[in-house]
Every structure is written in structure tokens, then in C-alpha cells.
């Protein structure tokens, strides 16, 4: 480990980081290795499976599947800002990352999942819209509409990150640089800091409480109404198609916000980062990759698109 004072202050500025990860027995790495690279190469077949199913189907041409597009690539994202580096280390018996590796993973990985709690937001409203008012849908979600949403998930998710990451790393870390986590999160971060974290601990839970909490209850809201008019539509049939565009995206917000809101809305001294790196498998690369399945399995349009695809390629390969 490097370490060089500052010219000004008696801060400590370190050069890298040590990831300790879930294990040092040897044996079980070589496991979770094969067990996580499984994970990741799923979650890319599933994510961009899913994008390329979208872009190729006139049918998907839709603001539900829009928002599903960018949430797959989303998923994508984060995931991959996280996954890859673990693998790496789970081959070899340094497990280092550098500040600026540090700096990079800990902003998108932030910025991405700040985005994927609006997204999932923008979502819920899109549901809202055409259960709620059918004939103004077509209005209210036009290609602009839903276009200002998602970049306005992207824009906030990253200016929310910014303002983590550069405050974390204005902390001093004088005694350790071993992050007990395999990724560089905000939580185990502060806790290696030997300087006071409060300021980082209020914008923490403001910032990820103002985003998780508002969006949360903005669904929970939407599917109260959702649920309301689904109610009165007169016959079974037509309730069970309006409430089956919704359970993909319930699900979804379910397994989310769950382990989400765990995570990042309790005080400090409630961390239990042994327990946090568990909970963080699922929201950082189980769940990415789940949701291509959630959205497929069902979804019948996609389960549909997908069927007919399939179809054509083999006439197309009998033909041949």
C-alpha cells in the first residue's frame, strides 16, 4: 500500500484500494468464480437479448417497451461496472483496485441504480397512463414525453453519484485500505475513514432517501389507482389483461427496492457489512440478471415477438 501526505492538511491520500471480498479460502474462490461468471454471462445474453429483441420488432415500437429497453441496458450497466473486477479477483491473491478505479466504480455504479429508481418511477407512470387514462395516452407518453423522462432518470442518477463519490473521496483514510466489500460502495468506504463522515452520512441517506423513498411511493401510489380502475373493469378477461402489463414491473420493484432501501436508508451504526455484501449480490449482479426473465417469462407480447422470430428464422433455415 502507498501512501503520501498532502501538501495541505494532515490528510492521507491512498493510491489503491485491497477489495477483500467474500472469501480467502482458495477453493471456495475458484467456485464463486465459475458461480458468478454463470451470473454475468446470463445477465449479458439476457440484457442485450432483450435490447435487440426491441429494436428489431415494429410491434415493441411502444413507450412500455422504450423504458424496458433502458432499464435492460441499465441492468447492463451496473452490473458490468461491478462484475468483471470481482471476477478478476476472485484469480488472483492481490486483490487491489486503484483509486481511480475506486472513484470510477463507486460513481457508476451510484449514478446507474439512482437512475434505475426513476426509471422503474417513469415506468410506473407509463402503467398509470394506460390503464387510468386510455385516451390520453397516446398524448400524455408521446416519443418526447418518454424521451425527457429517461434522460431525466440518466441526468439526476449522475448528478446524485457526483456528489457521493466526490465527497467520499475528500475523506481521509489514514489507518486501512482494506474495503470490506467486493466492490467500492459508499457504506464500507466510510467506515475505513478516520476523519468524521457525517456530512457524507446526511447527504447519503438525503440524497438515496429523497430518490428511493419519493420514487417508491410515487409507484405505490400509481399502482393504488392502477389497481382502482383495474377493479372496475367489468369483465374478467380485460382485468387480468390490464393487470397482466403490470406484474413484470411489480415484481421487478419488489426485488429492487427491498434490498435498496435496506442498504442505504439505516444510520451508520446499524451497517453490518458482512450481511450488506450478501444483500448487494442480489441488486449488483442477481438481479440484473432476473429481470430479463421477469420481463420475458411474463410478458406475453415479448413471449409472443419472440416466438414468431424464432419462427421465421426456421422457415428461413429449411428453405436454405
Not at 482458495?26 to 449479458?44: D, N, S
Not at 429497453?69 to 447492463?76: E, G, Q, S
Request: net charge positive; with cysteine; proline share 3%.
Amino acid at each position: 500500500m502507498k501512501t503520501e501526505n498532502m501538501a495541505k492538511g494532515n490528510h492521507t491520500t491512498v493510491t489503491e484500494f485491497l477489495l477483500f471480498g467474500f472469501t480467502d479460502h482458495q477453493e471456495i474462490q475458484v467456485v464463486l468464480f465459475v458461480l458468478f461468471l454463470a451470473i454475468y454471462i446470463a445477465t449479458l445474453v439476457g440484457n442485450i437479448g432483450i435490447i435487440i429483441l426491441i429494436w428489431i420488432s415494429p410491434c415493441l415500437h411502444t413507450p412500455m417497451y422504450f423504458f424496458l429497453n433502458n432499464l435492460a441496458f441499465l441492468d447492463l450497466s451496473y452490473s458490468s461496472a461491478i462484475t468483471p473486477k470481482m471476477l478478476v479477483n476472485f484469480l488472483t491473491r492481490r486483490k487491489t483496485i486503484s483509486l481511480a478505479g475506486c472513484i470510477v466504480q463507486m460513481y457508476l455504479f451510484a449514478s446507474f441504480a439512482d437512475a434505475e429508481c426513476l426509471l422503474l418511477a417513469a415506468m410506473a407512470y407509463d402503467r398509470y397512463m394506460a390503464i387510468c387514462n386510455p385516451l390520453l395516452y397516446p398524448v400524455l407518453m408521446s416519443r418526447k414525453v418518454c424521451a425527457w423522462l429517461v434522460a431525466g432518470s440518466y441526468l439526476i442518477g449522475s448528478m446524485t453519484s457526483f456528489v457521493h463519490t466526490y465527497y467520499a473521496f475528500h475523506l481521509s483514510f489514514c489507518s486501512s485500505n482494506v474495503i470490506n466489500h467486493f466492490f467500492c460502495d459508499i457504506p464500507p468506504l466510510l467506515a475505513l475513514s478516520c476523519t468524521n463522515t457525517r456530512i457524507n452520512e446526511i447527504l447519503l441517506f438525503a440524497l438515496c432517501g429523497l430518490i428511493q423513498t419519493s420514487t417508491f411511493l410515487f409507484i405505490l401510489i400509481s399502482y393504488v389507482y392502477i389497481l382502482c380502475t383495474i377493479l372496475r373493469i367489468q369483465s374478467a378477461q380485460g382485468r387480468h389483461k390490464a393487470f397482466s402489463t403490470c406484474t413484470s414491473h411489480l415484481t421487478a420493484v419488489v426485488l429492487y427496492y427491498a434490498t435498496l432501501l435496506f442498504t442505504y436508508l439505516r444510520p451508520s451504526s446499524s451497517y453490518a457489512l458482512d450481511t450488506d455484501k450478501i444483500i448487494s449480490v442480489f441488486y449488483t449482479i442477481v438481479f440484473p440478471m432476473v429481470n430479463p426473465l421477469i420481463y420475458s417469462l411474463r410478458n406475453e407480447e415479448v413471449k409472443d415477438t419472440f416466438r414468431r422470430i424464432l419462427q421465421r428464422k426456421v422457415v428461413v433455415l429449411r428453405r436454405s
